[in-house]
């Protein structure tokens, strides 16, 4: 947790800096006064401010005893909750990925295919069964094109098949 | 009167009280879900109020949001985790109660009191947003400055856990809002020679990819939760409420204020409303001693404020167009994608659409009794909709609803850029709605700020000559330096 607060501060001190940087070119108003570069170098001196009280307050937890770790898999019961404590980050880059897919593809392949194969894909990923998975993506992309397309009149990209 | 008259008719009319029912029922579902918020409810109702009528549109986020801050008490009850933020405050007493067998009672004080709340909440936005708006018809560019900044800086002062870390983040949107072309010379800034940033960074997928896709990306990384869930009954849920309320009547209005206070002032929601009462019930309290294990009053109290503070978020932002939690941030998007300026005008120009939301949030809240109980009765079973299925169904309506806004494919890279920021940011305990906020409050202020300059030929002064200026910036300038006094005080004491 204290190291995030490092690089998070650490970040932000860049981005902070690049804006000042990335405002140089940008011209200044009659009179020399500051024009469109004066919101953003404000901006990127209190990012570069509390970047800096991030990387204090970092610095003064790791001074701290750490907590009592838990368990990466651990189960925790709480009232009638079983709780696996397990992270899977893959699934949330496959969030982004499938985005990404859908975004290239959808011009080519429709809306219905594209949006029913992310749908797909990710349904399986997150241990529905297959069939099952099929079913409900099918039934849901129709949905989504039914109400977006014909109710909304939404241009919905078509792809070569016109779906 | 008379625009009293048409809003009320405007209601009842066919196709916007049908939204009202049908957005209540989607209210309901979400806020019964844990891990999907009131405020992901909103951003993906976005889409579908584009296409709507701007009464109907802005009902169906007020009976919405008003039923999801409700439905959170009922997974809060039933098995300890609660469906929206802002119902966390009393979850660990509204379990005790349950385990104790008292589960009806919690669930029906909750349905009762969140109502009465509600009600509170409307009476005070429908009587104090007219009068503060003739306030605001004096406004000048200084003094929606300093209201810009006051809204930012308390959404950094109350945002939870690290205020420099909500200091960031509203930063990075006020950041975002300064992509595309400025407003003193029209030169283009941080586009980096891409024709779709010359736009900027379109407000309606931002806030979908922040609390819609990095909430899917949360919710996918975890492992599945298998509940048990005890059945309730409904027969007799509301057995013993009115008891309660002659009981804790005093209770009831003490947190209603708090609720409707905590909702104008800008930033703060339903959440703080809901921990701020909590604490003052239990300071008042003659039974100090059951908060946390079982305190029916702890629950009427919470219970009460957090739905008074959604109609109070309304009034900051529709009298100056500055919102007063995320809901109401996403409000503003839509009153401007309707063609409605928020601020004095509009009450002026349109009242009969002002009256009809009052009346919308009348009626949301006397639907939430029947409602409430629907959802009781139907708790278990949707307690058990598989998150597996739900969540990539949520994220298909967000890349479908963002694409629908602009028919435009970069509104979807936009979705996932700020969905990715958004799932960062609170990975590391960075909270995302000053992202939004400053978003939104972003243009005013930057806007007002330079107009303000330009036209005092670069006079910093003159924002403090103004009485209302001098106020406003004062009251900001204090709460800067609140985080700063407060270190100061803690030291002091430690040193003692």
Redesign the interface.
């Known amino acids: 947790m204290w190291s995030k607060d490092y690089i998070g501060g650490v970040f932000f001190i860049v981005l902070g800096v690049l804006i000042w940087v990335g405002t140089s070119q940008l011209p200044v108003l009659p009179g020399g006064h500051p024009g469109p570069s004066l919101f953003p170098r404000v901006l990127g001196t209190l990012f570069i401010f509390f970047s800096l009280i991030v990387i204090l307050e970092g610095w003064r937890k790791s001074k701290m005893p750490p907590p009592t770790p838990i368990e990466t898999a651990e189960e925790l019961r709480e009232g009638n909750v079983i709780i696996i404590a397990e992270k899977n980050h893959f699934n949330s880059v496959l969030v982004i990925i499938l985005i990404a897919a859908f975004i290239a593809a959808a011009k080519y392949l429709g809306f219905i295919i594209t949006g029913g194969a992310v749908l797909f894909i990710l349904m399986w990923k997150l241990q529905v069964k297959p069939i099952k998975a099929f079913i409900i993506s099918a039934l849901v992309i129709c949905f989504i094109y039914s109400v977006f397309a014909k109710i909304l009149r939404v241009p919905l990209p078509q792809g070569f098949l016109w779906w | 009167m008379d625009a009293v008259l048409q809003g009320l008719g405007m209601l009842f009319a066919p196709q916007n009280f049908l939204t009202i029912v049908v957005c209540s029922l989607y209210g309901l579902f979400v806020g019964s879900i844990p891990g999907l918020s009131a405020t992901l409810a909103a951003s993906l109702l976005v889409p ?1 109020t584009f ?1 709507m009528e701007p009464l109907a549109a802005l009902c169906s986020i007020v009976s919405m949001s008003a039923m999801a801050i409700f439905a959170g008490d009922i997974p809060a009850a ?4 609660p469906g929206t933020p802002s119902s966390a405050a009393y979850t660990q007493d509204s ?1 005790a109660l349950t385990k104790q067998g008292k589960a009806q009672m919690v669930l029906g004080t909750d349905i009762i009191f969140s109502a009465i709340g509600g009600l509170m909440g409307a009476i005070v936005l429908m009587t104090s947003a007219p009068l503060l708006a003739e306030v605001a018809m004096k406004f000048s560019t200084f003094e929606y400055f300093w209201l810009a900044a006051l809204g930012l800086s308390a959404t950094v002062m109350v945002s939870a856990g ?1 205020q ?2 909500g ?2 983040a509203m ?1 990075l949107g ?2 975002l809002s ?1 992509i595309g072309v ?1 407003i ?2 029209g ?1 283009p ?2 586009t980096f020679g891409n024709v779709d940033l010359l736009n900027g960074i379109s407000f309606i997928p931002a806030m979908i990819g922040v609390f819609g ?1 990095s909430e ?3 919710n ?11 059945k309730v009954k409904t027969k007799g849920i509301f057995t013993g409420v009115g008891k309660l309320i002659k009981k804790y009547q005093w209770n009831m209005w003490r947190s209603g204020i708090i609720g409707t206070i905590i909702g104008v002032l800008p930033g703060a929601g339903a959440d703080i409303a809901a921990w701020i009462a909590y604490a003052a019930s239990k300071r008042a309290s003659k039974e100090k001693e059951l908060y946390g294990k079982g305190s029916i009053e702890a629950i009427v109290d919470s219970g009460t404020a957090n739905n008074a503070c959604l109609a109070g978020d309304w009034v900051p932002a529709l009298v100056f167009g500055i919102p007063g939690d995320s809901i109401t941030a996403v409000v503003i998007g839509v009153l401007f994608m309707k063609g409605l300026r928020p601020g004095p005008m509009i009450f002026e120009q349109q009242p009969e659409i002002l009256y009809g939301v009052y009346f919308a949030f009348i009626l949301a809240n006397l639907l939430m009794v029947p409602f409430g109980w629907l959802a009781v009765k139907t708790s278990s079973q949707m307690l058990r909709v ?1 998150k ?2 739900l ?3 949520i ?3 967000a ?2 609803g963002a ?2 806004i602009n ?1 435009d ?1 970069f509104d ?2 936009t ?2 850029v700020l ?2 920021i958004g ?1 960062f940011m609170e990975r ?3 909270p995302v709605a000053p992202i939004v906020l400053g978003l939104v409050l972003g243009p005013i ?2 806007q007002n ?2 107009m303000s ?2 036209k005092t030929d ?1 006079n910093l002064t003159l924002f403090f000559v103004r009485p209302i200026s001098a106020i406003l910036g004062g009251a900001t300038v204090l709460m800067w330096g609140f985080p700063f006094f407060m270190a100061f005080l803690e030291n002091t004491k430690k040193k003692k």
């Open positions: 579908f296409f039933l098995i300890r985790i379990f690290s420099a870390k200091a960031i930063c006020l950041f300064t400025d003193t010379l030169c800034r941080f896709i899917v990306m949360r996918v990384s975890d492992r599945q939760m298998d509940f048990a869930i005890a598989p597996k299925i969540i990539p169904i994220m298909m309506f890349i479908t694409f629908a028919n494919v979807i890279i979705l996932g969905g990715i799932y590391n305990d960075y202020l930057e700020f330079m300059m330009i670069w």
